[in-house]
């Protein structure tokens, strides 16, 4: 928000809209900024609110103020409050938090602060205002704060604004002395400054009127500006011997303010100011919805202090007094009248994207069909914490609503299902079908029909990977049929398909079940698309792309990879696209194709800007993840990928390719009992697919082998292979490189159980092969800087300096040292290669480390790559 505000002192007095300086108060939060936390507690009118606005203004800070009221104890609504206001400072952080959702646990915390860390630019000041924090009671809301407040950036100040001490533990930032308080008596003014005010207002008292306005008031900035009110219309002698009379304590507010504030307003400005204490959102375009006149607007902006434009939330804000006597006024406006002003703010929160609150506001207008046709309007799965809100409001609908309108059955089976509830949701739509089917056909009968059939048809397609059953195509195709007699027509949100880990979501490892499935997508996939606007198109496609890759058949993966591609495209499927551009990756890096590899990561990146595609950043970061993670390059992994495995963390429907990213990681990095701990609780979002089950036992294979743990190594290889041999499933032992490559010989050599010996020796010889493209790979791709794409291709200018290893070249014995190197083999290994010893191979590494300028091995081949000498080292090998 740098520069985007008017330089303003904080108003405390009336229509004329007088401000008063306070340099003091200035002072004070100026000393409070060494802190990275600030908490400003006081009662209700002692400036707390306009004393921090006030000072930010005169400062060039990108600042975030969140006006938090009792709705935002619900985590969802909050979040969604969060992330309205965020979207002020950086609108991709704020399309990044959304898309995680509320952090709950410990790790989705650690993920959440991965977001603003990449993101903040490191020489700006941020300022985090809470205000009203006092309203805050809920512990999953009050332990986000706790940790937020607590957040390890410098540059990042929090300011908790609460009439009372914050629920939240603030002792530990107290004692590292990162926290400072501000409070009532801070924020009193002192005789002088009264004085100043009641000179900037015109009023004239004595020194006497002065020190008794003061001992009533007790500094209290609220009832100083009343009692500057009362003196200022006071008739003489209306009062003591000095005009004033001492009534402005705290029971006098409501009863001060309905005879100096309200009483001189027209009817008319009076009943809006009530209206307007019904709705949390004050924005100038929804007063204006409201008031219905401009006019009153400008009048309303006449009260003064009371009522003030806020630049930074770029909404009015009503003082927490005045807002309070509003609040009691409310019985003074009819049913209908209070009905209108919630359906204008439903509809303007619904145009702004805050569709909880907008569900809210519609439930108080008890207008239960917006609610409906809201819904309708969110993806097929909705995340957990709005699922669990909807129910709750559901649940307490009124019993006539539902009997009223039916199309509520297909919302609560959708909100069941989105909590993973299905044999529920399956029962309630199968008891609502005879009873559709039984009345006369009209639109809506055959829009809810088309939604119960659809839903069933969902369910049929998660539940396929327990029950084999894929007697789900008759429902698309019931669906289908009431589609053009509905006159519904979906589009994006809704009609984008949320896909798993696993395209071929299929337990069984019989052979001819993967066809099974293809041919139920097949059948299914033209009535989806006729039913959702586009839902599924390219699905089945993708799915062929993906089991021709794991059989090893690249060629005709790429193939139906591409036609998913094109299809995706024209049905606006992105996480289809998405995960079709994540194969071709795969098929590309298998094969050494380096120029298509960089055209892939391109597009990938280019997705980003869909904003549609609602998963988009973390689908990103798992595919980025993946691909990092295999080059070797795993610094540069979304830093929430490389936490400890925490399963409630991962709340994605591709949780199990998640895991898979966080395990390849572990892997990566050595540290191994970390990816078995991940590997172990493996599982997908409703079962676990085979392909997953063969990908995961091949990791784990490979790990404990290098944990020494060889007949463990060794009966998990053989389960990967019992697994994938029905079906030819090569890739996922094929893409371990070099790992999978030392097993099988060990595995060769000891003759391991289970695992036939041809088989072995064509896995040996795969990842072999895979290997030396893999670090060809790494040579080209791996980056120690971050760019814009994500991925940087090392170019070396013809201009720059020439390599080390150009003056100095290597030996004959270093360059097939680094021969080796390239191909990914480990020292010991190398050492057993050339049948030398392993100080022998360490000292001829740091040695041609030296002659490079090198600081590790992928630098090395990089350089080497660069140079050319590594392709002497290979023609010459």
Known sequence: MSGQFIHSNVPIAGGNQIYLERPRIDNILERAFESRTIIVTAGAGYGKTHGVYSFLKKHNYLTMWMQLSERDNAASRFWENFIGVLRAISEETAERLAETGFPETERQFERYLTIPRNLVIQNAKYVFVYDDFHLIQDKKVLRFMEHSISMPFPNITSILISRNEPAVNTAALRSRHIAARITERDLKFTQEEMGEYFRIQNIRTSPETAAAVYRDCEGWAFAIHLSGLFLKNAPPGGGNAHGYVPVVMRSNIFRLIEIEIMCPLTPHLRKFLVKLSLIDHLSQDLLALIAGDKNLIDEMERIGSFIRFDTYRNAYQIHHLFLEYLEKQQDALSTEEKKEVYEKAALWCVENNQKMDAISYYEKAENF???????????????????????????????KFYEENPAIIIVHARILVSLGLFAEAAEELNSAIPRLEAVSPTPLVHRLLLGCYITLGFIGLINSINTADYGFAGLFEKAAAHAPLSGYVTRPPVSVLTISSYICRVGSSVKGEMEKYIEALTAIAPHAAVVMGGCMMGLEDLAKAELAFFRGNTAEAEKHAHTALLRAADGMQYEIENRAFFYLLRIYLSGGNHEE???????????????????????????????????GNTAQLAPWLKNDFEERDLN??????????????????????????????????????????????????????????????????GQAYTLAEPNGFTMPFTELGKDMRTLAEAALKEKAPLLPEAWLKETRRNAAAYAKKLYAAAAQFSRNTAEPSGISIVKKNRSEKTSPALSNPLSRREKEVLSYLSRGLTR?????????????IKSNVRSIYNKLGAVNRADAVRIAADTGILRETHAGS
């Open 369 to 399: 069909n917006e609610i409906i046709a809201l819904f309708f309007t969110l993806p097929l799965i909705v995340p957990n914490l709005m699922a669990k809100f909807i129910l709750e409001l559901l649940n307490r609908t009124p019993q």
């Open 597 to 631: 590899m960089r055209r892939i990561l391109k597009e990938m990146e280019a997705r980003l800007k869909q904003h549609y595609y609602l998963n988009r950043f973390v689908h990103h970061d798992v595919n980025m993840g993946w691909f990092r993670a295999q080059i």
């Open 652 to 717: 994605s429907r591709a949780r199990g390719l998640e895991i898979l990213v966080k395990a390849k990681y572990h892997f990566a990095e050595k540290r191994y009992p970390a990816a078995l701990a991940a590997l172990e609780n493996w599982t997908d979002d409703a079962g676990s697919p085979v392909l997953g089950k063969v990908e995961t036992k091949a990791l784990e294979s490979v790990c404990r082998y290098q944990m020494r743990r060889r007949e463990g190594a060794f009966a998990a290889l």
């Open 828 to 840: 010991k290994e190398i050492a057993a290669a050339l049948d030398l010893s392993i100080n022998t």
